[in-house]
């Protein structure tokens, strides 16, 4: 299909695909894309290391005064928190390590280098974060039917720890807030601590109630609420992680859209064995064979629609696509294509929405 038959509407403010190697005029000439992302996810990682690094000795430093204090003073919400707070200094110390793994070189093996160590770090610390809530809340359960005896409590101890969390994990907070959106990794850190500093303050609500009430119960109860903080945000860590590492499109690519929009470049017939994917934050990745006009193979109009289809995927989507590879083939191509990863209907290359996966 070409641009003369068919098109469809750009978003707000972008140009057509169509026209999009036009609409760049004066500007430097692209490249194949492949360099820009990789060391920009070097940079982000570079500058996280020192936040991280802080938040990692301060967290650190006030899980080993919970943990004590958990000991001394038996409270289930300290408990949990401490457990909580482990969890958030392992996934610290990951991120951190993260960090410092992203920015080692490519090599021959490792194509992408140690990119998706973020992903990996975040999918192991969600599924500990589960882990610790669900035993939370079964450990919480217990309690609140067989409460124990108010004077197993130093609600003193208790109270000062919760103040000691609470001030070390705004500290922490502080220093992340800036960057907290330039990864995944900070975002995660962020939200850990977040939560860690709600759980400090659910330790400090119980030591209240239970020193003017006597009630023990409270305890329990705010170790389920940390719990109930913990789970649905493991829960989504995970899914995440696994849908990078399950090579998922990225959120807000429609994939059909894509192919639509691709279809719109002059001299293309149609797009088929569309994929997408996430190599790590801030780097999608995009596949596809286009087929075109013969004749594409013989006037140099070639690399005229390479660059037009990079430009397309690049400029024209929610999700900047710049790691863009595509395969120009002649339509009879298909009939001596035998892809391994599913079925493949050669006539699909004559039509428009040819075969496309995600």
Known sequence: MSSS???CSPRAGSAS??????????SAPRGD???????HSHDVA???????????GITASVLLAQVIGAVVTGSLALLVDSAHMAVDAIGLLLALTASVLMTRPQSPRRSWGWLRAETIAAGVQ???LLAVGIYALVEGVQRLLDPPPAAQFDVRLLAVIGVVGLVANACSLWVLTS???????????????????LGSVAVIIAAIVISTTGWTGADAVAGMVIALLIIPRSARILRESGSVLMESAPRGLDL???????ETVPNVLAVHDLHASVVATGIPVLTAHVVVEDSSFHDGSAPRILDDLQACAAEHFPVSVEHATFQLEPAGHTDHERLGHGPLDPESAQQPHGHTQS
């Open 126 to 128: 969600a599924t500990v």
């Open 179 to 197: 960057a907290r959106n330039s990864s995944l990794n900070l975002r995660a850190a962020f939200l850990e601590v977040l939560n860690d500093a």
């Open 33 to 39: 894309g492949h360099g820009h992302s990789h060391a």
């Open 46 to 56: 570079k500058s996280s290391r020192t936040r991280l690094a802080i938040a990692f």
């Open 256 to 262: 059909e859209e894509v192919a639509a929009h691709l």
């Open 17 to 26: 695909c169509a026209g999009a190697r036009d609409g760049r005029a004066g």
């Open 5 to 7: 038959e068919a098109s």
